[in-house]
């Protein structure tokens, strides 16, 4: 894994829910840009510690931090321990850990929407206000928050996460307002439709069949056939926006929600 271009040299990232998929995409961009890497996980172990395995192998550093999100203890811990690892430093924090479960508003208890909105937008809320408590005793730093393009285009049965999303884009805003005077930039990224290869290894390239085409071929025929560029995103797509917000070149850049859906939301919709 050589060093793209080291816009992110002497870095230190907290990624959280990079075990698999777009949190994957995300760490090895870092990672691939110069920074160390914190890749979080709450029970895909083995998948974090390949892909820290795999960060190691190539030259860089990464290191596997396990813990709740849906705990506001466990949050403030996760980012005190990629601090104390960063030797004392946070850099920025990619808050990519979420669920997207499928259920219907009229069947849908409190205590399923809780579930979503915990995951989701709470742990958002907790690793941020502790990252920010580092970054300014640094004089700085990033945090970006991994939307949807669902934050402003709701699907059914996703009305769970589709407020989650929308909230965090408005956290991001909020937070962007709070913390600019100390150094902080806070922005989201909105990703469309991802895909994510089967195996541990880059999607850039295209030749692994994606689960998505396997598991659900009429919807990702649907959006071939829509999206303007003609493919589905990979986790790479989103990990060069992360990385782009997190570098010197986005320094006046903070409160936005950068979509990310080969074109999607620009499609009509009458």
Known sequence: MPVVSGLLEGQVALVTGAGGGIGRGIAL?????????????????????????????????????????????????LVGDAA???????????????????????????????????????????????AVQVMREAGGGTVTHIASIEATHPAPMHAHYCASKAAV?????SAALEYGPFGIRVNTVSPGLVDFPRALGSARAGETPGRLAEDWPEGVR??????????????????????????????????????????MSARPTW
Request: glycine share 12%; with cysteine; aromatic share 4%.
């Open 169 to 173: 884009v408005m956290h991001a805003r």
């Open 84 to 130: 104390e690892w960063g030797g004392g430093r946070l850099t920025a924090l990619v808050n990519n850990a979420g669920v997207q479960p499928v259920q219907e508003l009229a069947g849908m208890t409190a205590t399923d929407w809780r579930a979503v909105v915990d995951t989701n937008l709470s742990s958002v809320f907790a690793c941020t206000q502790a």
């Open 222 to 263: 649907r959006w071939r056939r829509a999206v303007p560029t003609g493919r589905l995103g990979r986790p790479e797509d989103i990990g060069d926006a992360c990385v782009f917000l997190a570098s010197p070149l986005a320094s006046w850049i903070t409160g936005h929600d950068l979509v990310v859906d080969g074109g």
């Open 29 to 77: 961009r870092f990672a691939e840009e110069g920074a160390a890497v914190a890749v979080h996980c709450r029970t895909a172990v083995g998948a974090a510690r390949d892909l820290a395995a795999r960060i190691g192998g190539a030259g860089g550093r990464a290191v596997v931090l396990q813990a709740d999100l849906t705990v506001e203890d466990e949050c403030r811990r």
